[in-house]
């Protein structure tokens, strides 16, 4: 039987805010806040291609059909040219701010705890593990790099999980 739209973008609000609640819980450790992150998933046609991808990777037996997972690469591959906190928006890793890298890790870090928590479908033990694995080789300058690891570590430190599962609580 096919599921309600109705019920996917449901899942896909509540799922959605919820991260952008943990990017700001992670924001609010180091003093930053960022009320923006993530709105163009509240926007066609970047929202149906997350709703459905979202909606699968959360409600075991849920299929995404090619067409959905099409929409969803197109919805990836738009949102992350498209939004400062996504590397694929810059020609240049050097271009990118400190306020910016600091969205990226919070980002980073909503996303790992996600993926490790509450799906259980990461590779990377922590948002230290991934930068290393991932991001280490890119061409950021020393000074970024420094900033970028010191970032990952006060968040690691300053982490209370409790908080973080509070964020994610009703989601499955």
């Not at 591959?77 to 400062?84: A, K, L, R």
Request: proline residues 3%; negative net charge; hydrophobic residues 35%.
């Amino acid at each position: 039987m096919p599921i309600p739209m109705d019920e996917i973008l449901k899942f896909h609000e509540s799922r959605t805010q919820r991260h952008i609640a943990a990017v700001n819980y992670f924001a609010g450790l180091l003093g930053y806040h960022f009320p923006k992150h993530d709105y163009d998933k509240f926007i066609n046609p970047v929202m149906i291609g997350y709703a459905y991808f979202n909606y699968a990777r959360y409600h075991d037996g849920c299929k995404i059909t090619q067409q959905y997972r099409d929409a969803f690469n197109k919805s990836h591959d738009e949102h992350h040219s498209t939004q400062p906190h996504h590397l694929e928006h810059y020609k240049d890793v050097q271009e990118i701010p400190n306020d910016v890298l600091v969205e990226m890790v919070c980002d980073w870090a909503s996303a790992n705890f996600e993926q490790t928590k509450i799906v259980s479908e990461d590779d990377f033990d922590s948002v230290m593990d991934y930068f290393n694995q991932c991001m280490s080789q890119l061409n950021w300058t020393d000074k970024q790099r420094k900033f970028l690891i010191q970032t990952i570590q006060s968040v690691e430190q300053l982490t209370d999980t409790t908080q973080l599962y509070n964020i994610w609580k009703g989601i499955v």
